[in-house]
């Protein structure tokens, strides 16, 4: 003997809607949320080491692209202004770190006159920066 059914299985559909706001909020959220460390300005590919070593906070930073262009906490600068530039740090603080960043291309020339600027000034601790060959 076959009972009857009091309920019947309806088949719905499925409503994504809410589904699509809470992705497109969770979107949002991360693309606010998110810090993306861009370095602003000069590319500069530096020679690959395997020694490295890493340097005290007290730094200046010079950087010489691959064209010989020179600069100085990202302005250009010419070998005068970059004098009187160590000048002044030098006077500020006299432990002072030169910092400096070539491009592998650049001429040997200008990280000499570059050097030899600081060392005219004072700054006697000089850096060249690289990157890990790992």
Not at 40 to 54: A, H, Q, S, W, Y
Not at 96 to 105: N, R, S, V, Y
Not at 115 to 121: L, S
Request: hydrophobic share 45%; no cysteine; aromatic share 8%.
């Amino acid at each position: 003997m076959r009972f009857k059914r009091r309920y019947s299985i309806i088949k719905g559909a499925l409503n994504i809607t809410p589904l699509i706001d809470m992705v497109f909020l969770q979107l949002i959220y991360f693309m606010l949320t998110s810090s993306f460390i861009i370095q602003p300005g000069l590319k500069i590919n530096l020679p690959r080491t395997v020694t490295t070593e890493v340097l005290p906070k007290n730094e200046i930073t010079v950087s010489i692209s691959a064209k010989g262009t020179i600069f100085y906490n990202d302005a250009q600068v010419t070998i005068e202004q970059l004098e009187r530039l160590f000048f002044e740090e030098t006077v500020k603080n006299a432990d002072t770190t030169l910092l400096i960043k070539g491009d592998e291309k650049t001429e040997y020339g200008i990280a000499v006159t570059v050097m030899d600027t600081a060392r005219k000034r004072g700054i006697n601790k000089i850096a060249v920066a690289t990157t890990s060959k790992f």
